[in-house]
């Protein structure tokens, strides 16, 4: 059996990615935290080891000798816009030194694993025109969107170096199940709290939703590419407003549109519109099988257990 290494097992991606790789897999999971926090626990389908990898190399270059992976999917770091612009160095810190780290760990080794690196739609900015291509210039407006660019370019440099084998994949804007930050998330304890949904912004701006699902098989295709693009977009290619989003999640929740309001305000960081350029996931056969009304059908009922 192959075996995958996933950092950021205990992330939202990252213990996705370990459910849906582990009949394919032999996994190792790494991550901060002391323990695996997956929906089975204690989880003996996988090896874990507890690792800050903003600062240890050389343990994981040991883990990766004993490990020997065929393919290591690179989720971890920071995914918080506004907590990026409130304190850049942490972000920095936990984006871009971790997976300096990684390939640093590597380096040595004559296998050269798949590398999956968890970029981000940040990169782009504000986009001049939609839908956004991966040739486009990136034009990042938070921390985060920089340093996930950076990663990016670290990635580019090691493959044409040191002959490592990288693809980033610009994911656009991700939920599902288990995913307690974020749009979704707030939209649910906004209206536990108060009854209703008010929400940052006008209500016009625009995102590519992905449900978790297809991201899952958007990285499954990817995998088995053999061509040359280091960078892939990974989002559905549909525009969706925030304010439809939220009527959609009203009418999920059993109640009325008229709960959801904006307030005008424009938080720092966040991007207008996003329509992403899918044309080359396409290209490898990805098709949408989460549909968004039936994704926010599935989160509120998740969320609601949480209660």
């Excluded at 990615?17 to 626990?41: M, P, Q, V």
């Excluded at 992905?210 to 989002?235: Q, T």
Aim: aromatic residues 10%; contains cysteine; charged residues 25%.
């Amino acid at each position: 059996m192959k075996k995958m290494v996933i950092t950021g097992v205990n992330g939202f991606i990252g213990r996705h990615a370990k459910e849906y790789f582990e009949k394919e897999y032999e996994i190792t999971g790494l991550d901060l935290a002391a323990n695996y926090s997956g929906e089975r626990e204690p989880d003996d389908t996988m090896t874990y080891y507890q690792c800050n990898m903003s600062q240890e190399s050389a343990e994981m270059a040991a883990i990766f000798t004993g490990v020997q992976p065929d393919v290591i999917l690179h989720c971890a770091g920071s995914a918080n816009v506004g907590a990026s612009v409130v304190n850049p160095m942490a972000d920095l810190d936990g984006n871009l030194h971790s997976l300096y780290q990684l390939l640093l760990a590597l380096k040595s080794f004559e296998k050269r694993p798949e590398i999956i690196f968890l970029s981000s739609a940040g990169v782009y900015g504000n986009p001049r025109q939609l839908p956004v291509r991966e040739s486009d210039v990136a034009a990042p407006m938070s921390p985060y969107g920089l340093h996930k660019h950076m990663g990016e370019e670290l990635c580019e440099y090691y493959n044409r170096i040191h002959g490592y084998h990288i693809r980033s994949i610009r994911i656009f804007s991700a939920y599902g199940n288990g995913l307690r930050k974020q749009l979704l998330w707030d939209i649910y304890q906004k209206y536990q709290n108060t009854g209703r949904i008010e929400l940052f912004g006008t209500g016009e701006e625009t995102r590519d939703f992905i449900h978790v699902s297809d991201i899952m098989r958007a990285i499954d295709l990817i995998l088995s590419y053999d061509g040359p693009e280091a960078v892939i977009n990974v989002a559905n290619g549909e525009e969706v407003s925030i304010r439809e989003l939220a009527e959609i999640y009203a009418e999920k929740l059993g109640a009325p549109q008229n709960i959801v309001s904006f307030n005008g305000a424009v938080k720092e960081g966040d991007p207008r519109n996003w329509r992403a350029d899918i044309s080359l996931l396409r290209k490898l056969g990805y098709e949408k099988q989460m549909e968004l009304s039936d994704g926010i059908a599935a989160y509120v009922d998740w969320a609601k257990a949480q209660d």
